[in-house]
């Protein structure tokens, strides 16, 4: 995670898996894997053929699931879910897989990614009567299908999601079925693969590999699959738009050991520190990163610059919910515990410092006052991804627009306030020629350019507005270097 991290949080992990007499303990192998797209919530819903039984907690997946737990959810099919909430406030109630029943049985249910017609749709169900028990969109879904005419529960499915708008990978089980779906615009990643006899849903291939399985394939933007009696069958939700997949996951979200809609990510991630070194070089003595997501990009600016690698940041792997006073906070401890320079690298050296993005600037401002603090003789930062200027609609939890330093600041203010000898970012351009495939991607929080409208109020402004008290001016570039 770069030193922004924090601001900027991850979204959710999906899995789902059909054919396992061991389908709850894969699935939690599987959350392991995806534990860094959510640590508020986990959970795993498992059916035997007769009925669902649903386990979720707040927590990281070691916390959520022992063995004792594991054991009593036996089934051969299970869906999972590890979450960082982007819509409803963070208690177990949001919590998924959500479970309901219905006239059509028990339906669970765990999604990634956030519907931009949510409000307008759960305003008409609640006006014709529904009661909602969460405040999460994805219910929203459950709700459809329920209130849906068809006859199968596949039908039912996609009659709910060709009523939604916006950002879904999902998965949904029944007491015989898994089906998992994948919006028109592919915004989030979602991909198939195989472990024995068994099939695999998962948000990054990752979650395949730590339980033995094959990559098979991406689910297509605007598939429906649907997994029962052992047979796979692939149905279409709707015609085939143009692609937008989220260009941050290979920024930021994903792991580089995944391969995330087709490309991998370590490939991505390391030809954008390479372009970025290429369009921004620096008279430097050493490259280092603001580990973890940080790492394959400066790889890739050290190696298209020359200069010299060096892990300079140490960061702490084991630092949870601490409790940090206010005073400590003053004095930059929130930073300190988890990056920590290692002065015998740092002391004397112009270091140029890489990270994947800036958000708000703040917790950057802190990393290079504790860089300088080492020794450094100059800090050049430079940045694997153009400037945040907009918020996102699709999914990420990302500040409103007013605390996006970027939005209302040149580079220069930036460098200014974050007290760096030089800044730059990666071009556009350049992102867009490390993805290799310029015309598939959403660079909406770069340009502005949301590709798919939303309601006029959304979800996240609402949640947003609920949460006045994270509303963090940026300050004005502070002009005295010190
Ligand atoms: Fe991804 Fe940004 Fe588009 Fe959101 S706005 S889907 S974070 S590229």
Redesign the pocket.
Same mark, same amino acid.
């Given at each position: 995670m770069g030193a922004e991290g924090r601001h900027w949080r991850e979204e959710c992990g999906v899995v789902g898996i059909a054919g396992s007499r061991e389908a709850a303990q894969l699935a939690c192998l599987a959350l392991h894997a995806l534990q860094h797209r959510g640590q508020e919530s986990a959970g795993i819903a498992v059916a035997d053929g007769h009925s669902l039984v649903t386990h979720k907690a707040m927590g990281l997946v070691v916390d959520v699931f022992d063995e004792a737990t594991l054991r009593s959810l036996s089934g051969t099919s299970a869906i999972g879910h590890v979450r960082y909430s982007t819509t409803g406030s963070s208690h177990l109630l949001n919590a998924q897989p959500i479970q309901v029943t219905s006239h059509r049985g028990s339906v669970a249910l765990a999604h990634n990614g956030n519907l931009v017609n949510a409000q307008t749709l759960r305003h008409r169900m609640e006006q014709e009567g529904s009661i909602f028990s969460t405040t999460s969109d994805s219910e929203i879904i459950l709700h459809l299908i329920a209130r849906s005419r068809a006859n199968t529960i596949e039908e039912a499915a996609t009659d709910a999601l060709r009523q939604v708008r916006g @950002?879904f990978s999902l998965v949904i089980l029944t007491r015989d079925r898994l089906i998992a779906a994948r919006d028109p615009h592919g /915004?989030?990643p979602l991909c198939l693969g195989r472990q024995g006899d068994s099939f695999v849903i998962c948000s990054e291939s990752c979650a395949l590999d730590i339980i033995g399985g094959t990559y098979l394939r991406d689910v297509e933007p605007g598939e429906l699959l649907i997994v029962g009696d052992g047979q796979l069958q692939s149905h279409r939700l709707a015609p085939r738009e143009t692609e937008?997949c +989220?260009? /941050?996951?290979h920024i930021y979200f994903s792991r580089p050991d995944s391969r995330v809609f087709g490309e991998s990510v370590d490939r991505i991630r390391r030809r954008c520190g390479a372009i970025l070194g290429a369009e921004s070089p620096a008279a430097a003595d050493l490259v280092c990163s603001v580990p973890d997501s940080s790492n394959t990009a400066a790889l890739g600016y050290a190696a298209a610059t020359g200069l010299p690698f060096e892990l300079g940041l140490i960061r702490n792997h084991y630092v949870g919910r601490t409790f940090i006073s206010p005073a400590q906070k003053l004095r930059d401890t929130s930073v300190r515990i988890k990056f920590n320079p290692v002065k015998e690298i740092i002391e004397g050296k112009r270091v140029v410092l890489v990270d994947d993005s800036i958000v708000r600037g703040t917790t950057m401002r802190k990393l290079v006052k504790i860089i300088r603090a080492a020794g450094a003789a100059e800090v050049h930062l430079r940045i694997a991804s153009p400037p945040?200027t907009?918020? +996102? &609609? $699709?999914?990420?939890d990302?500040p409103v627009r007013k605390e996006l330093i970027a939005s209302s600041h040149e580079v220069e203010e930036i460098a200014t306030y974050l007290r760096v000898d030089s800044l730059r970012y990666l071009s556009l351009p350049g992102l867009l020629r490390a993805t290799g495939a310029a015309a598939r &991607? +959403?660079? @909406? +929080? /770069?340009t502005g350019d $949301?590709?798919l409208p939303f309601d006029a109020i959304t979800d996240k402004e609402i949640f947003d507005q609920e949460a006045g008290s994270r509303e963090v001016v940026v300050p004005p570039p502070d002009r005295s270097r010190s």
């Open positions: @950002a /915004f989030r937008r +989220c260009v /941050f996951e945040i907009h918020p +996102c &609609y $699709y999914g990420i990302t &991607y +959403c660079t @909406a +929080c /770069f $949301y590709p």
